[in-house]
């Protein structure tokens, strides 16, 4: 299994990349969410990988984070979800964007990716809501910048990759390397909820209708805004 690629960027398209490791070039598809973000042509990357392998098919699939990563393992494991769907719900709502639709119930916003309609969307958000709070309350965790790529295993001093010049000016950004100081918050404010006694799914709620209303709110923010909205009312 090929978990990870480091290397020097060739060749950049809207869906994938292709990434040259020590002379051999591998095409990796990519959300256009992760291709705006990367690094122009001839500089470093690196990704987290997944992938597939059919009798006819090898494919490689990349992501800038393992949330994004993860999120991919789970909808692609509902019926109807291909890796095509998949990478267009990440490109279209992002992992946290689509962790807070998910844990909404908001199959609505799901529906906006090209190529989900409002069945396949009713779907994804049924089978995989029970799972949206395990997924945030790990975010802080999994997103993990997947960049460094220079003396990283496969790429050595000296080479383009190690040695690449910083972007230029209006260039495409590599990967924020914190990859979501909100999902940080968010599996924090979750953790600190659970431990209050609320249950896992309503805390995931609330945790996601205050983000959607502030985003990029801190942990302390989202703490009190959820322990509001989940205060019995009257």
Partial sequence: ???????????????????DVR??????HVSERT?????PV???VALYTELLVREDLLQLFGFSTLLEKEWHRLLTSVQGVGAKVSLALLGTLGAEGLSRAIAL????????APGVGPKLAQRIVLELKDKAPAIMALG?????????????????????????????????????PAGGGTAK???????????????HSEAASAVAETQARETGADTSTLIRAALKSLAPKG
Avoid at 1 to 18: F, K, N, P, Q, T
Wanted: hydrophobic share 45%; charged share 15%; glycine share 16%.
């Fill in 1 to 19: 299994m090929i978990g990870r690629i480091a290397g020097v960027i060739l060749h950049r398209a809207a869906d994938h990349v292709l990434i």
């Fill in 23 to 28: 002379g051999i070039g591998y095409i990796v």
């Fill in 35 to 39: 291709s705006m973000n990367l690094p």
């Fill in 42 to 44: 001839g500089q470093a």
């Fill in 105 to 112: 119930g908001d199959w609505s916003a799901v529906r906006k």
């Fill in 140 to 176: 802080g965790d999994l997103t993990v910048d997947a960049g460094g790529v220079a003396g990283a295993p496969g790429i050595e001093p000296g080479t383009p990759a190690a040695d690449a010049p910083a972007p230029v000016a209006g260039a495409p950004a590599q990967p924020d």
């Fill in 185 to 199: 918050a968010a599996a924090e404010a979750l953790s600190a909820l659970t431990n209050l006694g609320y249950g």
